[in-house]
């Protein structure tokens, strides 16, 4: 037993060399600044917290646009708190690299729980690193209801993926926020990009049929679909699927005579949503040319969903996959609609802000505070209708209906 090292007070009494736990003295700090005693007694040093130096707006900026994964890291974890102090630096660091986003293609993947999202994208990103890409994945695990917290698992299950210098991926909680997204995907979004990374993955959450909020902030939106997931009903209601450009057959090699079928359905859902939902999308779409016998038909101007069949274990169909994303960014590229849909994605981006910044405010009124517990008891022991109470508070705090 060496000079720094004891038994532990819980060990068995007696000379017992041969128990092999030893508890090490003190140091004065531990492991990255974090101590592991505070105390004050006699002949002990009280610990030293050794503390990173803070960077600057312009600091985050210069590592980020450098490849500083470091720094990388850092400014999201920036981008992403909701400390007062932190969010007007973030915002101005956003604001210094604004001008070299934009650059990359965004996709957004999504699909039920346990279609294969990870399994895919950690595939999918080895095959773009062997094309010469830099990719960044942005992995949104879900968040606890109760607990409020999450395992952030995604990362664990792209291990190839995460031991390459070229790819950078962030997991990121949900939190309270729908839509299958974290509420500042938005912005670490545009961190990778002005950090180099030319292709851009958005993971959802396991999501349903409702949750279409990535849709909103990518590109290309692909959902992932499972064999046997459905009937044709199924494959026909409204939601996710009508805003899907690009659906795929996860895990075909299972079945592949229940993927073929599945290929089938989705693709008369698509063609039908594009008659009756959305014509602007349709393969009959005005302005699209179509020839009939020998006649050459003119290549299309506008994008129509396509669905098609992979197997993100194995491997088979990212080559299509990749062609089916290239294809789409060039079209819409050409016929402006790329350029249009991130106009909106912007516009959209500033009102949803808008309204979160106005929830704060109404929280962090003075009075709104002061009265907020006798007018959630009122409510609570049905003295008080709920929308009575919701109007009451909304004029305290300046924000009620003006008359």
Known sequence: ?????????????GNCEGFACRVMDGVEAGHDGISS?????????????HRRPQLSA?????????????VLGRTITLVESNAAQHIEKAQEVLKILLPFT????????????GVGKSTFIETFGCHLLEQGHKVAVLAVDPSSSISGGSILGDKTRMERLSRDERCFIRPSPAGSTLGGVARKTRETMLVCEAAGFDVVLIETVGVGQSETAVSGMSDMFVLLQLPNAGDDLQAIKKGVMELADLVV??????????????????QSALRLFGFH?????SAHAPGVAHGH???????????QPRVLQISGLKGEGLDAFWHAVTEFKAMQTANGRLAERRRQQSLAWMWERIDAGLKTAFRQHAGVRDALPATTQAVADGQLPPSTAARRLLDMAGLGPRT
């Open 1 to 13: 037993m060496t000079s720094n090292t004891k038994m532990p007070e819980w060990a068995p009494e």
């Open 249 to 266: 057959i996860n895990k075909a090699d299972i079945d592949p005579a229940a993927a073929t079928r599945a290929r089938a359905q989705i």
């Open 293 to 303: 016998g020998d006649v050459h038909e003119p290549a299309p101007t506008r994008w």
């Open 277 to 281: 939902g959305n014509p602007e999308r």
């Open 58 to 70: 312009q600091q985050c900026a210069d590592g980020v646009r450098q490849g500083d994964r470091a």
């Open 102 to 113: 934009g650059n990359s293609i965004r996709v957004g993947i999504t699909g039920v729980p």
């Open 37 to 49: 005693y505070s105390g004050t007694e006699q002949g002990v040093k009280p610990a030293v917290r």
